[in-house]
C-alpha cells in the first residue's frame, strides 16, 4: 500500500488549529458541564452509553413536542408525505424513537474505537480498500452511526482530510472533532462552511 506524506500546510492547518485552540473557558457553563458530561460517558461500556444516549434523545424530543419546535412540524409532514402515516399518534411514536437514535448516535461519538474493537460493525469489501494505492475520496452519509466512518478511514493507514459542516453545537462539534481525531491516522480538520474563509 502507498504512502503519503504528511500536509506541509495551508488553509486546512490554519482552520485546524483554530478549531482545536477553541477556548472552553468562553463557553457557558451549561455548554461546559454539557461536554465534561460527554466525555464522561467514553470510560463506560458500549450498550450503558448507547441507552444513556436514547433516553436523552426522547426527552429532547419529548420537550421539543410540547415546545412545538419548527423541526418537529417539519418531522411531522416528512413522516405522513413519504412514509403515509396519516395517524398523529403513530407519527409522534415514530418520531421519538427517530431522536432516541439520534440520541444514541450522538453518545456514541465517545465510544466508536471500542464499537470496532468489540467487532460490532462489519466490513464488506474491504479487499476494494487493500487494494486502493492512490488517493480517495471516501463520502459518507447521516445515517445509522455515520462517525465510524472513520474505522474505515483508518483502515487505509494514510493521512486524511475530513471535510465536514460543522454544527450549530461548538460542543457537538469539539465531540466530534475528538472523536475523530481518535482515528490511529493523521487527519487534518477543514470546515466546509463560508465563514472559516472570511
Same mark, same amino acid.
Given at each position: 500500500?502507498?504512502?503519503?506524506?504528511?500536509?506541509?500546510?495551508?488553509? +486546512?492547518?490554519?482552520?485546524?488549529?483554530?478549531?482545536?485552540?477553541?477556548?472552553?473557558?468562553?463557553?457557558?457553563?451549561?455548554?461546559?458541564?454539557?461536554?465534561?458530561?460527554?466525555?464522561?460517558?467514553?470510560?463506560?461500556?458500549?450498550?450503558?452509553?448507547?441507552?444513556?444516549?436514547?433516553?436523552?434523545?426522547?426527552?429532547?424530543?419529548?420537550?421539543?413536542?410540547?415546545?412545538?419546535?419548527?423541526?418537529?412540524?417539519?418531522?411531522?409532514?416528512?413522516?405522513?408525505?413519504?412514509? $403515509?402515516?396519516?395517524?398523529?399518534?403513530?407519527?409522534?411514536?415514530?418520531?421519538?424513537?427517530?431522536? +432516541?437514535?439520534?440520541?444514541?448516535?450522538? +453518545?456514541?461519538?465517545?465510544?466508536? $474505537?471500542?464499537?470496532?474493537? $468489540?467487532?460490532?460493525?462489519?466490513?464488506?469489501?474491504?479487499?476494494?480498500?487493500?487494494?486502493?494505492?492512490?488517493?480517495?475520496?471516501?463520502?459518507?452519509?447521516?445515517?445509522?452511526?455515520?462517525?465510524?466512518?472513520?474505522?474505515?478511514?483508518?483502515?487505509?493507514?494514510?493521512?486524511?482530510?475530513?471535510?465536514?459542516?460543522?454544527?450549530?453545537?461548538?460542543?457537538?462539534?469539539?465531540?466530534?472533532?475528538?472523536?475523530?481525531?481518535?482515528?490511529?491516522?493523521?487527519?487534518?480538520?477543514?470546515? +466546509?462552511?463560508?465563514?472559516?474563509?472570511?
Amino acid at each position: 500500500m502507498s504512502s503519503y506524506p504528511p500536509s506541509q500546510g495551508g488553509i +486546512a492547518d490554519d482552520v485546524d488549529k483554530a478549531m482545536k485552540d477553541h477556548d472552553i473557558k468562553s463557553w457557558r457553563v451549561a455548554e461546559i458541564i454539557e461536554y465534561r458530561f460527554a466525555r464522561l460517558l467514553s470510560y463506560l461500556p458500549v450498550d450503558v452509553v448507547s441507552d444513556i444516549g436514547a433516553f436523552l434523545g426522547k426527552l429532547h424530543a419529548k420537550k421539543a413536542i410540547s415546545a412545538k419546535r419548527l423541526w418537529i412540524g417539519r418531522l411531522h409532514n416528512n413522516l405522513e408525505e413519504y412514509c $403515509q402515516l396519516n395517524d398523529p399518534v403513530i407519527r409522534k411514536k415514530h418520531l421519538i424513537q427517530f431522536v +432516541a437514535n439520534l440520541g444514541r448516535v450522538y +453518545a456514541e461519538f465517545m465510544v466508536q $474505537q471500542k464499537i470496532v474493537e $468489540q467487532e460490532r460493525i462489519a466490513f464488506q469489501g474491504k479487499e476494494i480498500l487493500d487494494a486502493i494505492d492512490h488517493p480517495v475520496i471516501i463520502a459518507s452519509c447521516h445515517l445509522s452511526n455515520w462517525e465510524l466512518i472513520g474505522s474505515i478511514a483508518a483502515e487505509l493507514k494514510r493521512p486524511t482530510c475530513d471535510l465536514y459542516l460543522p454544527p450549530e453545537s461548538r460542543v457537538r462539534e469539539r465531540l466530534a472533532l475528538e472523536a475523530r481525531d481518535r482515528w490511529p491516522i493523521p487527519i487534518t480538520f477543514v470546515p +466546509a462552511s463560508s465563514y472559516c474563509y472570511k
